[in-house]
């Protein structure tokens, strides 16, 4: 599903299309400002996203073997939640 399909799904139980983009694109930058911050969004029975930070570490280039520096990131986390699992089985 895209986000425009997204925005139709809300649509559908909304009065009109504009309304439920604006409501998806509310949630997406609350969600995005939050964990810009480092904090934590968790919505019940759906998951969490989170911020995880990934320490730097020694790769290798897999074309030539080359051993690489890779640095220091943070990068974002989902976790499903119980209700989510079951609906996907």
Same mark, same amino acid.
């Given at each position: 599903?895209?986000? *425009? @399909? /997204?925005? @139709?799904?809300?649509?559908?139980?909304? !009065?009109?299309?504009? %309304?439920?983009? %604006? #409501?998806?694109?509310?949630?997406? *930058? #609350?969600?995005?400002?939050a964990? !810009? $911050?480092? *904090?934590?969004?968790? /919505?019940?029975?759906?998951? +969490?996203?989170?911020? !995880? $930070?990934?320490? #730097?570490?020694?790769?290798?280039?897999?074309?030539?073997? +080359?051993?690489?520096?890779?640095?220091?990131?943070?990068?974002?986390?989902f $976790?499903?939640?119980?209700?989510?699992? %079951? +609906?996907v089985?």
């Amino acid at each position: 599903m895209t986000k *425009d @399909e /997204l925005i @139709e799904a809300v649509a559908s139980v909304c !009065s009109s299309k504009k %309304e439920a983009g %604006e #409501a998806v694109n509310a949630v997406f *930058d #609350a969600i995005t400002k939050a964990m !810009s $911050k480092g *904090d934590k969004v968790v /919505l019940t029975g759906f998951g +969490a996203f989170s911020v !995880s $930070k990934r320490a #730097a570490r020694m790769g290798v280039n897999p074309r030539t073997g +080359a051993k690489i520096k890779i640095a220091a990131t943070t990068v974002p986390k989902f $976790k499903a939640g119980k209700a989510l699992k %079951e +609906a996907v089985k």
